[in-house]
């Protein structure tokens, strides 16, 4: 798909040796071989996103591979208009090259935001839904949809890094930045513009930082969605701990009962043997060995309950040094002592005045 500086588009079909041809590059400057890369060649400006392919020159930007859903709406609707000047673009009056590379910057850097927030209400919900201190267990479930939107937003941190690195070595290459701006080698009127007034390369500079602090702004907001993530999953692992605590305490006092009640038990398979002895005899036996029984248990199991606060309860404030407890004393009651004075003047002027 070929766009002219005036927005008109055109579709043909070429072999890559004649269009390589034609253009003045080689073989391996149309191969994109790297995921992303922007490049000068031959006054031909070669950018690859992903899946866009461009090639910019002072007369026409040309998109190689053009056929993709999301591209192709770009494409048809937007891009020609940018080019031609009548999208919101901050390099309209500036050569055809600058309005080229922002509309492809442009669309990269909005293709990632958009990205961003379509996971971030996502991995939001789901966070609020697995943080919830009232839950015994977590859903597997949202435990999936946490582990893809965390594997998408580790995708999203990489392209964004890649991004933002490509530009960075473009910004710190001087003469990479000159041979960006192609209408300066190609076109007198605008070299003279650059050499009289308009610096271009100091033109391109900017643009190109632009993008670089809003990839940069783009990666923070990734990442403070990445931390959030990392601090739900240590809460929920809290939550899941305290819970495990309460079921083993829960478990171990009744464990506890149930060694006090077997230890009292013996009294009644004591009594339950085939024996005879004159205690049978007696009826208030039944009911004495019986409360010995709960009795026992109950006192046992309450020692043990004891001793396992006294060993699971949170341990105590640090020890305060005893010339500050004897410090603290003194003052209180220095002030007690002023103010009882002051109570008493107080009570004796009002005295003198009634009388």
């Known amino acids: 798909m070929k766009f002219d500086k005036e927005g008109n588009t055109t579709y043909f079909e070429k072999k890559k040796t004649e269009l390589y041809q034609e253009l003045g590059l080689q073989a391996r400057d149309l191969r994109f071989q790297h995921v992303m890369s922007i490049a000068t060649r031959n006054n031909r400006i070669i950018m690859r996103m992903e899946f866009l392919k461009a090639v910019v020159t002072p007369e026409f930007l040309l998109i190689l591979d053009y056929r993709n859903s999301s591209l192709e709406h770009w494409l048809l609707n937007e891009l020609a208009s940018q080019l031609s000047g009548e999208g919101q673009l901050v390099t309209y009056s500036l050569p055809f090259e600058f309005r080229a590379i922002e509309a492809i910057l442009q669309y990269w850097i909005s293709k990632l935001q958009g990205r961003l927030n379509t996971l971030q209400p996502q991995i939001l919900e789901t966070l609020e839904a697995l943080v919830d201190p009232k839950l015994l267990s977590v859903d597997r479930s949202k435990l999936h949809i946490l582990l893809q939107n965390g594997k998408s937003l580790s995708e999203l941190e990489t392209d964004v890094k890649v991004f933002k690195e490509t530009i960075l070595e473009i910004l710190d290459e001087e003469e990479v930045i000159e041979e960006l701006c192609l209408s300066k080698w190609t076109d007198p009127q605008v070299f003279e513009e650059s050499t009289s007034g308009i610096d271009h390369a100091e033109e391109m500079e900017l643009l190109l930082e632009n993008y ?144």
């Open 212 to 355: 670089y602090r809003q990839a940069e702004d783009l990666l923070n907001e990734a990442r403070e969605l990445r931390v959030l993530i990392d601090d739900s999953e240590s809460i929920i692992f809290i939550n899941l701990d305290s819970h495990r605590n309460v079921m083993m305490r829960l478990n171990l006092q009744l464990t506890m009962g149930t060694f006090s009640v077997s230890l009292f038990g013996l009294i009644g398979v004591a009594f339950g043997m085939n024996l005879e002895s004159s205690l049978e005899e007696d009826p208030r036996i039944f009911w004495l060995v019986t409360g010995i029984m709960f009795l026992g248990s109950g006192l046992i199991w309450r020692r043990l309950l004891s001793f396992l606060g006294r060993h699971l309860d949170p341990p105590l404030p640090p020890h305060v040094p005893a010339a500050l407890k004897k410090s603290q004393p003194a003052a209180g009651r220095v002030e007690i002592k002023t103010s009882l004075k002051g109570e008493t003047y107080g009570l004796s002027r009002s005295t003198l005045t009634n009388q």
